[in-house]
């Protein structure tokens, strides 16, 4: 592993989410923004499978150490995403960390936007970004300005755009296919879903759930989107009580680290599936939903429309048709997954393991 470390806002103390040993990435680079000062963590985990592609998250950290331990743990997952999902392509993250009562305004975003893509450049073609937390695809354009690096950029400037479409649609077909799995029938008309995060892909799932006869509870730390609630003939909850609540399918569409050993023990629900990254709080949080009976559909395997799109759709003269078929797919690979741990009495987290590992090990 190679880290380039440029001056970096210090550390104020030791982060507990930093992992103890050592990381296997391949390269780490943490450096500061020319022009906007800001720390900007690239990591690149893998290129085994090709040049290593995930999202640019901009977004508020206590101290910088957060912000590499998130990237660290992004990028280890966009690796197994891309590798389940069948795609040529590696793992990576890149992450800028906005200090903790901090706000950008436009020209600061820019200057951001302008350190990424100059810190990517340097890298060398080994990962390219894409939008996610913070970002989207006006701002993947700064970054194109110092890089060709980057995909998902507006439509109009000759890009594919923002992939929560497709993101939401393979969320959607996993929910399908978990609850052919566990209730016997896919048909979500009558099911009760909570979902946690009102977002672009969660707000998306929320429609066509809705529009599918499903029965919804909602949450999201932002009030105004009560307004698609009530829209949508949904319950609204608070936060921090919307994984007490009784209902056959719990969905996470936040960030991540949500599915702790406290929620999980408290969770009234058959199944879990969700468009969040990075739900497990901790790996042994997999096995505790097998002892309690729940079916929890990995997180990179079932929110990986977004980046079959981004690889599929950047190509000239992609399919339409067959990039759906693809997308859709994504339920038949659940529902793969699913059955395996099933058949080899493993979690669900090792089955999805096992299938991205088999992968990355045919690319050596």
């Given amino acids: 592993m190679t880290i380039t470390h440029a001056p970096a806002t210090p550390a104020t103390g030791a ?8 990381p296997d990435h391949e390269r780490v680079l943490i450096t500061r923004g020319a022009r906007s000062g800001l720390t900007i963590i690239v990591a690149v985990h893998s290129t085994r499978l090709g040049q290593a592609l995930g999202g640019a998250r901009l977004w508020h950290y206590g101290q910088w150490t957060d912000a590499l331990a998130d990237a660290l743990r992004l990028s280890q997952a966009m690796t197994m995403k891309n590798a389940a999902a069948g795609l040529a392509r590696g793992g990576g993250k890149s992450v800028i960390a906005i200090p903790a009562g901090t706000k950008l305004d436009a020209a600061a975003t820019h200057d951001a936007m302008l350190d990424l893509g100059d810190a990517i450049e340097s890298l ?5 970004t894409a939008e996610d937390v913070g970002t989207s695809a006006e ?14 950029l507006p439509p109009e400037q000759g890009g594919v755009g923002e992939p929560a479409d497709a993101t939401a649609a393979g969320v959607h077909a996993s929910i399908l296919a978990t609850l052919g799995e566990v209730f016997g029938s896919n048909d979500p008309a009558g099911r009760h879903f909570v979902i946690v995060g009102l977002g672009q892909v969660g707000g998306r799932l929320a429609r066509s759930l809705a529009a599918a006869g499903a029965r919804l509870t909602v949450t999201d730390v932002a009030e105004g989107k009560r ?3 009530d829209e949508l003939g ?3 909850v608070d936060p921090a009580e919307a994984h007490l609540v009784e209902a056959d399918v ?23 599936v969700g468009a969040a990254n990075n739900q497990l709080a901790s790996r042994d949080v997999a096995a505790l939903m097998q ?20 690889d599929v759709a950047s190509v000239p003269g992609a ?11 994504i339920g038949d690979t659940v529902a793969s997954v699913l059955r395996s741990a099933r058949a080899d009495g493993t979690t669900t987290l090792e089955a999805a393991e096992r299938l991205a590992r088999t992968r990355l090990d045919a690319g050596r």
């Fill in 15 to 22: 982060s507990a989410a930093l992992p103890t040993e050592a």
């Fill in 124 to 128: 060398g073609g080994a990962y390219m």
């Fill in 139 to 152: 701002l993947m354009a700064v970054v194109h300005e110092r890089t060709e690096h980057v995909c998902g």
């Fill in 227 to 229: 307004a698609l609630a």
């Fill in 234 to 236: 949904a319950a609204w």
């Fill in 250 to 272: 719990f969905v996470p569409c936040g960030l991540g680290g949500v599915l702790t050993p406290e929620v999980v023990r408290d969770l009234r629900v058959a199944a879990v």
């Fill in 291 to 310: 002892e309690r009976g729940i079916v929890w559909a990995p997180d990179f395997v079932v929110n990986a429309g977004g980046v079959i799109y981004l």
């Fill in 319 to 329: 399919d339409q048709a067959a990039l759906d078929a693809r997308i859709e797919g």
